[in-house]
Nanobody, 120 residues
Framework: QVQLAESGGGLVQAGGSLRLSCAVS????????MAWFRQASGKEREFVAGISWSGGSTWYADSVKGRLTISRDNAKPTVYLQMNSLRPEDTAVYYC?????????????WGQGTQVTVSS
């Protein structure tokens, strides 16, 4: 079993920055991809950013390119989401997720989420 624990959410003004962390524990060898998703009130959960554990390749939703950066530290292990130039539309609960597969859209492990609120 893999456990994911997000931290770093909070209140920030528009244009500000936050850094989210996702601590990974358990059977970490089985996880090959990590990602951040978010869910705004009244909306469906959406993909934000992803990263491959071994090679560090990243991929992003168009809405966050150039503002949000995903990275990982294989020594912890921990996945980060550096959030810059935040906008009110970034307000959402942010979830960390992991996948045992190197392809596809299915994620097997999910954290409990951390709230990010961006004021205008």
């Amino acid at each position: 079993q893999v456990q994911l624990a997000e931290s770093g959410g909070g209140l920030v003004q528009a244009g500000g920055s936050l850094r989210l962390s996702c601590a990974v524990s358990g059977r970490t060898f089985s996880t090959v991809r990590m990602a951040w998703f978010r869910q705004a009130s009244g909306k469906e959960r959406e993909f934000v950013a992803g990263i491959s554990w071994s090679g560090g390749s990243t991929w992003y939703a168009d809405s966050v390119k150039g503002r949000l950066t995903i990275s990982r530290d294989n020594a912890k292990p921990t996945v980060y989401l550096q959030m810059n130039s935040l906008r009110p539309e970034d307000t959402a609960v942010y979830y960390c997720a992991g996948s045992r597969a190197s392809w596809g859209t299915k994620y097997d492990y999910w954290g409990q989420g951390t709230q990010v609120t961006v004021s205008s």
